[in-house]
């Protein structure tokens, strides 16, 4: 039990509460916001006449007969075949997202027990270029590609998006492995082990949550990306943030907003998800990797 100096005066523990609950509401309300307005139509969510028509659903009631309506998920899904764009932004996200690991790991692993110089020089020049921006380095890509007919294919945005998120996950990674003590290599080799089998075995069971957490980081850099897939990728293979922008029209084609509305919380949802079921990963995972002070 702790001692009465330690406790929290309670004046401050309500204080606490209520910054919290506030933070949280305001936090979530855009995101509840856009889910209760993606069951309506235009008219209603974007009202400039009266703005309860968002809460009451009025001209929803008129069009659909009911205040709620899922016209703008059945023209996103349906009608717009929005489960396309789905199942090639899984496919992008899937291919960086492994090919990124499995080259930040080993990578990683090798500079963290390597002692040479040029470690450091290396791992500069990766800082170097993931701190530029991707538009700059897509735009050297496009030419041989327009050249070798590469254009608009998922395997071109998943090479290209490796290359750009890899930088970041050899960084992660690296510290997430000194962070390792080398005795464990070393125990293992002195047990007859080899170095790829005391990295198999030994080292990586060691270090999962930090593999978990570059892992989903890499996910929502190629899950989140437009500038990349927005360039490379062809209108038929275009992933879900391109396909939401383009629901919303240009100048010169019209848009539904309604359309992009139902999206954004189809391709929000599952982030929710995921955060959420590896949050004690997340939360191990970079309290492994954090420098100590």
């Known amino acids: 039990?702790?001692?009465?100096?330690?406790?929290?005066?309670?004046?401050?523990?309500?204080?606490?509460?209520?910054?919290?609950?506030?933070?949280l509401i305001l936090a979530a309300f855009p995101f509840l916001w856009t889910v209760?307005?993606?069951?309506?139509?235009?008219?209603?969510?974007?009202?400039i006449a009266d703005w309860t028509y968002a809460l009451t659903g009025e001209r929803t009631q008129i069009t659909h007969g009911s205040p709620f309506t899922t016209a703008g998920y059945e023209g996103a899904w349906i009608e717009n075949q929005f489960w396309r764009n789905a199942i090639n932004t899984f496919i992008v996200c899937f291919f960086v997202v492994c090919t990124?690991?499995?080259?930040?790991?080993?990578?990683?692993?090798?500079?963290s027990r390597s002692g040479h110089n040029y470690v450091f020089w290396l791992l500069i020049t990766a800082l170097i270029f993931r701190a530029v921006p991707p538009i700059t380095l897509v735009s050297g890509y496009l030419p041989p590609f327009f050249q070798w007919n590469l254009w608009?294919?998922?395997?071109?945005?998943?090479?290209?998006?490796?290359?750009?998120?890899?930088?970041?996950?050899l960084w992660m990674l690296h510290s997430f492995f000194q962070k390792i003590p080398k005795e464990l290599d070393e125990s293992a080799r002195v047990d007859g082990c080899t170095q790829f089998q005391a990295f198999r075995y030994v080292i990586i069971p060691v270090m999962w949550p930090g593999v978990?957490?570059?892992?989903?980081?890499?996910?929502?850099?190629?899950?989140?990306?437009?500038?990349?897939?927005?360039?490379l990728l062809a209108e038929s293979n275009r992933t879900m943030i391109p396909a939401i922008n383009a629901f919303l029209g240009t100048t010169q084609t019209e848009g539904n907003v309604m359309f992009a509305v139902a999206a954004?919380?189809?391709?929000?949802?599952?982030?929710?998800?995921?955060?959420?079921f590896f949050q004690r990963q997340i939360v191990s995972g970079l309290t492994a990797g954090a420098v100590k002070g």
């Open 1 to 23: 039990m702790a001692a009465p100096s330690q406790r929290m005066p309670t004046g401050l523990k309500i204080g606490l509460v209520a910054f919290t609950v506030v933070w």
């Open 36 to 47: 209760w307005g993606s069951f309506k139509v235009e008219l209603d969510f974007f009202s």
């Open 100 to 111: 990124s690991l499995t080259i930040g790991t080993l990578g990683g692993y090798a500079l």
């Open 152 to 169: 608009g294919y998922l395997p071109t945005a998943i090479v290209v998006l490796v290359a750009i998120n890899q930088p970041f996950t």
């Open 212 to 231: 978990i957490t570059t892992g989903l980081f890499s996910f929502l850099l190629a899950y989140n990306d437009f500038a990349v897939t927005t360039m």
């Open 264 to 276: 954004v919380v189809s391709a929000t949802v599952p982030l929710f998800i995921l955060v959420m």
